[in-house]
């Protein structure tokens, strides 16, 4: 079965420095079923990257995605205020199945 | 615009049931896989279930077949989802959302409704 492990879990920055997060799966699995969500307290998750490294409609160019086989990421290049959320990576299976990391979580240093 | 609303949620005692609803509009529902995902309080996101988008096949998490069921009218442009023997686990906001063949991904999310199963 098809884990997603992200990485930190918590990542504290300042705003207008960079932040990287982790997403490793279990197994290799194809980069076209590799997306992210950001969710912010009290709202619902927003699509934010899907195939990878492809910015859903309305996503600042700030945002990027890359990473194929087990090891994938998100890159936030210059932290804005509304930026401080958390984030998901989430894939398609065999089964099928979907599944979703356990979220990493952007707060302000 | 393009919108779901869930509704149906609310305070249930285990070994219940509860049947949520998701009222799609602003988009070809009938063309759609939808799916329900899950969020326990202060948790991550788990998938839950989802229908093809003729209703043709179906799927569930491990933790809720047999348990739970999909259904959905496309006349109706609305999305069902029938849960029984409910467990305390089962404590969270159902969200339903849509599943985008062409990017492999949920683009458009409820708002969800929240569900309470305690005694």
């Known amino acids: 079965e098809m884990v997603l492990s992200q990485s930190p879990g918590t990542l504290s920055l300042s705003p207008g420095e960079r932040a990287t997060l982790s997403c490793r799966a279990s197994?290799?699995?194809?980069?076209?079923?590799l997306a992210w969500y950001q969710q912010k307290p009290g709202q619902t998750p927003r699509l934010l990257i899907y195939?990878?490294?492809s910015r859903a409609t309305g996503i600042p160019d700030r945002f990027s995605g890359s990473g194929s086989g087990t090891d994938f990421s998100l890159t936030i290049s210059r932290l804005e205020p509304e930026d401080f959320a958390i984030y998901y990576c989430?894939?398609?299976?065999?089964?099928?199945?979907?599944?979703f990391g356990q979220g990493t979580k952007v707060e302000i240093k | 615009q393009v919108q779901l609303v869930e509704s149906g949620g609310g305070v249930v005692q285990p070994g219940r049931s509860l049947r949520l609803s998701c009222a799609a509009s602003?988009?070809?529902?009938?063309?759609?896989?939808m799916h329900w995902v899950r969020q326990a309080p202060g948790k991550g996101l788990e998938w839950v279930t989802v229908?093809?988008?003729?209703?043709?096949?179906?799927y569930y998490a491990d933790s809720v077949k047999g348990r739970f069921t999909i259904s959905r009218d496309n006349s109706k442009n609305t999305l069902f989802l029938q849960m029984n023997s409910l467990r305390a686990e089962d404590t969270a906001v159902y969200y339903c959302?849509?599943?985008?063949?062409?990017?492999?991904?949920?683009?458009?999310w409820g708002q969800g409704t929240l569900v309470t199963v305690s005694s």
């Open positions: 959302a849509k599943y985008d063949l062409s990017l492999l991904a949920f683009d458009i």
């Open positions: 602003g988009f070809t529902f009938s063309s759609y896989a």
């Open positions: 229908m093809a988008y003729d209703g043709s096949s179906k």
């Open positions: 197994q290799s699995l194809s980069s076209s079923y």
């Open positions: 195939g990878a490294s």
């Open positions: 989430q894939q398609y299976g065999r089964s099928p199945k979907w599944t």
